[in-house]
């Protein structure tokens, strides 16, 4: 089950039965399950304190995503700001929704063992975002 929140800001425009199949897809693509996933969609001020309090980091991000899988089944927690969000699109001269969705699927990538931060992993990530976008 695939649950969609927000905490002090405003619920983006998704589709959540759309949004939800197309995680499905994407995990399957990478031979994982859905279990349970929880978004919570908060403000750049609320992620800086998530960021602070569980990972002892002091900057803000558009995403964080905590990671209770079991073997194949996906499991987590994935924390979005939409300030972030917003900002990223008009930064990278995307879309709103296109960069909500690229934030919204590069959670679930996450969860499924894809990494972003050594070297090369950024390209890596990347390619697996666009396949999936593209399956949207």
Not at 2 to 28: C, E, F, L, Q
Not at 42 to 49: A, R
Not at 107 to 113: E, T
Request: proline content about 1%; overall charge negative; aromatic content about 8%.
């Amino acid at each position: 089950m695939i649950t969609y929140n927000s905490d002090g800001v405003k619920m983006p425009k998704i589709r959540h039965r759309d949004t939800t199949a197309w995680i499905k897809r994407v995990a399957a693509a990478h031979g994982r399950k859905v279990g349970e996933i929880g978004y919570m969609f908060v403000s750049d001020e609320k992620i800086l304190e998530v960021n602070r309090q569980y990972l002892g980091h002091d900057y803000y991000t558009d995403i964080i995503t905590f990671d209770y899988d079991e073997d194949d089944v996906l499991n987590g927690d994935i924390v979005i700001s939409l300030d972030t969000v917003r900002s990223n699109a008009e930064k990278f001269g995307k879309t709103y929704d296109d960069e909500l969705h690229r934030v919204i699927i590069h959670g679930i990538l996450h969860l499924c063992g894809i990494n972003d931060k050594g070297p090369g992993e950024r390209g890596i990530m990347e390619a697996n975002e666009n396949a999936a976008l593209a399956m949207l």
